[in-house]
């Protein structure tokens, strides 16, 4: 089978962007939404076309072959050195990428048709939503990590687009700015990992062992040379993986580069939900996974290192979690920790008998796990939180409880996906993030009850949110006014939809996904570790049963008294341990203030003065020679003769 | 007598017939005296003929290098590639040509303007092909000649004339000097074949050395390399604007290439003093012509001296006479031709729609031709070598290409040059967009030949670089000096 077809991935969603972004001015609001849906389900079939296709295809040696439908040398430098390709490579966890992609952009496309309903830029929402797409599924079926740098910008600038898409607010504008400044800087670790990347190795490529299967006869990539990275004391590759972590932490928001994911909140919902939750966040874990046969092999001791960032920041986010009242944000501090999972989960492989031990390497395949299950559990929170936001125009909780009343089918659905994350069985979040807990206790222990510990602080946030806003003290007098109504079936079928697959995934296939993704792409048979998963249901069940007797009364006393309690506490979780603080204070003091003035200065005194120079320079000399160009041929001859005796005489002495 | 060996002269020979097809035409279709409405067939077959002719070369490409006539005549696939990329820069120009044609005092020559300008077309081919020095001269000649004859095209013009006196001055002064380098190849080395040349050449015999320069010379002229530059400026001001664009790009591309094959072939013992006088000039050459087009008012004169400027670039792809340098050589003269012949397309349009030719003109030129303005912004930023456009890819292969010879200092001072050359293209953009003027360029609408140039030029500036398929297909075929 050749997968040609799957260049019409990128191209429809980009053709889409076009239409839309350039004709978008003459549609009506709903050509525009149904054209974006329209092409996007089309979009979304060819993927699961591709993923059927793929995983039923033979397999070669037990291992699922990466193919490369195409590719082809875009800037070649030197001969047979390195050179930027173009292309679609596809490997298992591309594949499932792609169906998580179309899945939720699907989704947040037929949502979209109702929470946008009447805004103004309605199609120039769903012309960035294509383009952000096709950028997203560009970056996956990446061939190099050269055009995955290319995609990955490109999602940035998607991402800043979309967060300030209200952009006549100010908080929106600046949450955007914010946002692309947090991860434009933290792209410059990736570009320089690039950069040292590809010098040492000599390859872009992500065809580590030239294995891939290249398909329509195209080019194949030259495979990565890693002796002379070797050679540099086993130092050149990690440092080299690391400024590419460094890049992809500042997308999946790891500590201290998280700061910018809660302010994206102010973007339209379905956004946080698409962008901010389920896909773009995920590129950093992606990005390690990509690299991952080189994370184990050659840089084991760094990529715990990376456990550990991912261990702190999924801490520190759920207890932020704990104090926030905005629901966006406490969904927002929740993805954060949920990706420090995965982050944790590949950080914990263990370079047992090289990448081959899919027993060592476990967490690759839990960590994929649990981004597909997240994604899809995330992304119906987040559609739920759009549809309470809709019904009472604000996003804090005080203007919320007891909403259960108002929303039955945003209630439910919204109770099976906090059971989800909270990992209570059969949800799908219980599998993955068993799998993540197994794989850390394999680890060290250590690594392990911490990570549990963070289960239980999930399991009990989660439930603060949901009886803070279905349950608790309802805003009785504000819902008389705006008495709070359920939304239309356009944003209610996306909600079940998502839910279904939340509640199916995990026990409909126990067993079979480790068997299409897997860290040595051999088959593995996920099977449940009983003390395990025992400990983690039980310890999430006592969080839920705590936040119930805190949260779920009318009055909540214990609350009101933690709150007077620990009054240092609770304000220092809902400031986010003033983390944005001290990011003002470096910027404008220290950056600002003290090296971005000096170099102001030499900028515009040394570099400018350089450039006003040569402008001086060019004008004065200009002037002093237009005699030479005096309009006599025979002054002209004269020139000419001269330079042909100046040239002789240069050679001849 | 061979006579096949004719064949392996075929793009030569589907040339001249398109030529001939076009005398013909020229002669029974719109010769009738008494007719005051000259019928435009010319100009609506000369096109499709030289495209068709284009396919025809590309497609009957030889796979390896043919010869005819006892190496006389040598041709390669490389050179076919850069024909058919001459021919395409002439139906831009023949696209451009077609609203000054059809003015009333031209309707009666336009037989000759296509003909004249197919005719030094073919001289270049000839040099381009050429095997033995006498038939590398007799192009040449057949390139220069009728190019003076166009020059002064509108000869009632007095400017036009006294472009065309100085051309022909310069270009015997030229051909003398040449002619006398090749007299002394010949004393010292008995032939005049390039392939039984190299053996005979040696880096340490003055003679030929001083041949060498001699050479460089009268091709540096054709070129307009400094110091043997000055009568560009003059030529291109007087000539019609769209003979100076054909001058501009055509003439100069052949002539950069065939001296990129002689150097290598012929001099090939003396690449280190080539190499020497080539640094010289090429910094000599950027660096004089930015500092003359910094002055200039006159849009045409303007252009001359960044063709100057150009030209250096162009040069730079030879030093080392390297493979890759080859093909960003020929990948920087297509990608220079759109662009160029672009911003002289507009040029053209504008000084037939309103006769006006200064910078100054131009000002406010956004408000009342914002399309026009657009696309020669374009090229201009292309020219400047601004990405994305296909100027900053052409560059960086030059540079990439001298870079890898060995000369990382003359890149560095050609980088330099490229800021200052970003300066004065950008004076014409801040013309067109941000000065005002109480008497802009009144707003007009171009005909379809031009329309169609400029697309094409648009199209080839803003695509010539993403695809890189194009800087590929040259690689294919290039050779160098080197392995």
């Known amino acids: 089978m050749n997968f040609t077809y799957t260049i019409f991935i990128l191209l429809l969603p980009f053709f889409s962007f076009l239409i839309l972004g350039l004709a978008g001015k003459w549609l009506s609001h709903r050509t525009a939404g149904i054209f974006g849906t329209l092409v996007l389900g089309v979009v979304t079939v060819l993927s699961y076309f591709t993923a059927f296709e793929y995983f039923t295809a033979d397999r070669v040696d037990g291992v699922f072959q990466t193919l490369v439908p195409y590719n082809f040398v875009w800037l070649p430098f030197f001969d047979g050195g390195l050179h930027f390709d173009l292309g679609i490579m596809l490997d298992p966890i591309t594949v499932m990428m792609l169906i998580v992609i179309s899945t939720v952009s699907l989704m947040v496309h037929i949502y979209s048709f109702g929470y946008m309903h009447g805004e103004r830029g309605f199609q120039r929402y769903y012309a960035y939503l294509s383009l952000f797409t096709m950028s997203m599924l560009g970056l996956v079926m990446a061939t190099n990590i050269f055009q995955m740098y290319m995609f990955w910008e490109l999602v940035g600038v998607c991402s800043y687009l979309l967060i300030g898409f209200y952009y006549t607010q100010a908080p929106a504008v600046a949450a955007s700015k914010k946002a692309f400044i947090v991860t434009r800087f933290a792209d410059l670790g990736f570009l320089i990992g690039i950069l040292f990347y590809g010098y040492y190795t000599g390859s872009f490529s992500f065809d580590f062992t030239n294995t891939a299967v290249y398909l329509n006869g195209a080019m194949p990539g030259v495979g990565a040379d890693f002796s002379k990275a070797i050679a540099g004391a086993g130092f050149i590759l990690p440092t080299a993986l690391f400024l590419m972590f460094v890049g992809g932490a500042g997308k999946s928001a790891m500590f201290p580069l998280h700061i910018w994911l809660p302010d994206a909140m102010e973007g339209p919902t379905p956004v946080s939900a698409l962008i901010h939750a389920a896909t773009m966040v995920v590129a950093g874990v992606f990005q390690v996974a990509r690299m991952f046969p080189l994370w184990i092999q050659y840089a084991p001791e760094t990529l715990h290192i990376v456990a550990w960032i991912g261990a702190f920041t999924a801490f520190y986010a759920a207890a932020v979690a704990c104090a926030q009242s905005d629901i966006k944000r406490v969904l927002a501090f929740s993805t954060i920790s949920q990706i420090a999972f995965m982050m944790v989960a590949l950080g914990v492989c263990l370079p047992e008998g090289g990448y081959t031990d899919n027993h060592a390497s476990l967490g690759y395949m839990a960590s994929m796990y649990h981004l597909f299950t997240h994604a899809m559990f995330k992304a119906t929170l987040f559609l739920c939180a759009g549809c309470i936001i809709h019904a009472v125009h604000s996003n804090e909780m005080e203007f919320m409880g007891g909403m259960r009343k108002y929303m039955p089918i945003t209630h439910i659905t919204f109770l099976i996906a906090c059971l989800a994350i909270s990992g209570i069985p059969p949800f799908s979040g219980f599998f993955s993030k068993d799998e993540i807990l197994v794989a850390a206790f394999h680890y060290s222990s250590a690594m392990g009850w911490i990570m549990t510990g963070i289960a239980a602080m999930t399991a009990f946030y989660m439930f603060r949110l949901y009886y803070g806003i279905f349950w608790g003290t309802e805003n009785v007098e504000y819902h008389e006014h705006h008495t709070p109504h359920e939304s239309p079936a356009v944003m209610t079928i996306p909600l079940i939809l998502l839910t279904v697959i939340t509640v199916t995934v995990g026990w409909i296939l126990p067993g079979s996904f480790g068997s299409f993704v897997s860290a040595t792409g051999e088959a593995y048979h996920i099977h449940l570790d009983w003390s395990v998963a025992g400990t983690s249901i039980v310890i999430a069940v006592i969080a839920i049963a705590l936040a119930t007797y805190i949260y779920s009364g009318v009055r909540q006393p214990i609350a009101e008294k933690m709150k007077a309690t620990f009054p240092a506490l609770h304000k220092w979780a809902y400031h986010r341990f003033y983390l944005d603080e001290v990011y003002q204070f470096v910027t404008h003091r220290i950056v600002f203030g003290i090296f971005s003035r000096s170099f102001a200065w030499f900028d515009r005194h040394v570099v400018d003065g350089f450039f006003n120079f040569l402008a001086w320079g060019t004008n004065a000399a200009s002037y002093s020679i237009r005699t030479l160009q005096s309009g006599r041929v025979q002054q002209y001859a004269f020139v000419f003769l001269l330079g042909v005796l100046v040239l002789i005489l240069m050679l001849i002495i | ?483």
């Open chain 2, 1 to 483: 007598m061979d006579y096949s060996q004719f064949l392996n002269m075929s793009d030569e020979l589907s040339l001249l017939a398109v030529v001939v097809i076009l005398f013909m035409a020229d002669l029974f279709c719109c010769g009738s005296e008494n007719s005051t409405k000259p019928s435009k067939a010319l100009s609506l077959i000369a096109v499709p003929l030289l495209l068709v002719q284009t396919v025809y070369m590309l497609v009957n490409m030889p796979a390896d290098c043919v010869t005819a006539f006892g190496d006389m005549y040598l041709s390669a696939p490389m050179m076919t590639v850069v024909k058919a990329v001459l021919n395409i820069g002439t139906v831009i120009v023949f696209l451009m040509a077609n609203v000054w044609m059809n003015r009333e005092e031209n309707q009666v020559k336009q037989g000759e303007f296509y003909l004249l300008t197919l005719f030094t077309l073919l001289g270049m081919y000839f040099m381009i092909s050429s095997g033995h020095f006498l038939m590398f001269f007799i192009g040449l000649e057949l390139a220069s000649i009728p190019m003076t004859a166009l020059v002064a095209f509108t000869k009632k013009n007095q400017e036009s004339a006294e472009a065309a006196a100085k051309y022909i001055l310069t270009a015997l002064f030229s051909s003398g000097l040449l002619l006398y380098g090749i007299s002394l190849l010949y004393g010292t080395c008995g032939t005049l074949y390039f392939n039984d040349m190299a053996a005979v050449m040696d880096a340490s015999n003055w003679v030929q050395l001083a041949a060498l320069v001699l050479f460089i010379s009268g091709i540096g002229f054709k070129i307009s390399l400094v110091p043997f530059h000055l009568w560009t400026a003059d030529t291109y001001e007087g000539a019609p604007t769209t003979v100076t664009g054909y001058l501009s790009v055509i003439s100069k591309g052949a002539a950069a290439f065939v001296m990129f094959v002689i150097l290598t072939k012929v001099f090939e013992p003396m690449v280190e003093n080539w190499n020497l006088l080539l640094f010289w000039i090429i910094i000599v050459s950027i660096t004089v012509a930015n500092i003359f087009a910094v002055r200039q008012n006159n849009i045409k004169r303007f252009m001359a001296f960044s063709a100057i400027s150009q030209a250096g670039y162009l040069v730079l792809g030879a030093m080392g006479g390297t493979a890759q340098g080859m093909t960003a050589m020929v990948y920087y003269l297509f990608v220079y031709m759109v662009a160029n012949l672009g911003v002289f397309a507009i040029i053209n349009i504008v000084e037939q729609r309103s006769g006006k030719l200064n910078i100054s003109d131009y000002d406010g030129f956004y408000a009342t031709n914002p399309k026009l303005s657009f696309i020669m912004t374009l090229c201009l930023f292309s020219l400047a070598g601004i990405p994305p456009f296909a100027g900053f890819f052409s560059k960086f292969f030059i540079f990439m290409a001298g870079f890898k010879a060995g000369f990382p200092w003359l890149v560095f001072i050609a980088l330099v040059n490229t800021v200052i050359s970003l300066y004065y293209y950008l004076l014409i953009v801040k013309a067109m967009y941000i000065k005002k003027s109480d008497t802009p360029i009144a707003r007009f609408s171009s005909d379809g030949y031009t329309q169609i140039g400029l697309a094409l030029c648009a199209i080839g500036v803003v695509f010539a670089g993403i695809l890189s398929q194009i800087y590929q297909y040259f690689d294919s075929f290039s050779f160098g000096l080197m392995p």
